[in-house]
């Protein structure tokens, strides 16, 4: 397993931008397809979006396309995730996770991960 530790998160108003970062210790994060889950309280953790490890393919769920944008930089071993126009509904604790194989489709579901990070908190409020 890949060790992942999340940073980034805070507090932005509705329409504001922030950027997770996802760094990776013990194994380079290229071999890995790496995904970000958000889960709101009260509510099932859903998959947001991940960069898959062997093409680099992204996906992305609908209710973040066209704000939110993930990528990798290898020499920095690390997972960005862009949010831009954060809205209200977009609060919640972001987690990142790790699978060696591909999801089966997409993003695919939580239990393909088996590392994960201990999550961040991203609040959008005014």
């Known amino acids: 397993q890949v060790q992942l530790v999340e940073s980034g998160g805070g507090l932005v108003h509705p329409g504001g931008s922030l950027r997770l970062s996802c760094a990776a210790s013990t194994f380079a994060l290229d071999y890995y397809t790496i995904a970000w889950f958000r889960q709101a309280p009260g509510k099932e953790r859903e998959g947001v979006s991940c960069i898959v490890s062997s093409d680099g393919s992204t996906y992305y769920a609908d209710s973040v396309k066209g704000r939110f944008t993930i990528s990798r930089d290898n020499a920095e071993n690390t997972v960005y995730l862009q949010m831009n126009s954060l809205k209200p509904e977009d609060t919640a604790v972001y987690y990142c996770?790790?699978?060696?194989?591909?999801?089966?489709?997409?993003?695919?579901?939580?239990?393909?991960?088996?590392?994960w990070g201990q999550g961040t908190q991203v609040t959008v409020s005014s």
């Open positions: 996770a790790g699978a060696f194989f591909r999801p089966q489709t997409g993003i695919g579901s939580e239990y393909e991960y088996d590392s």
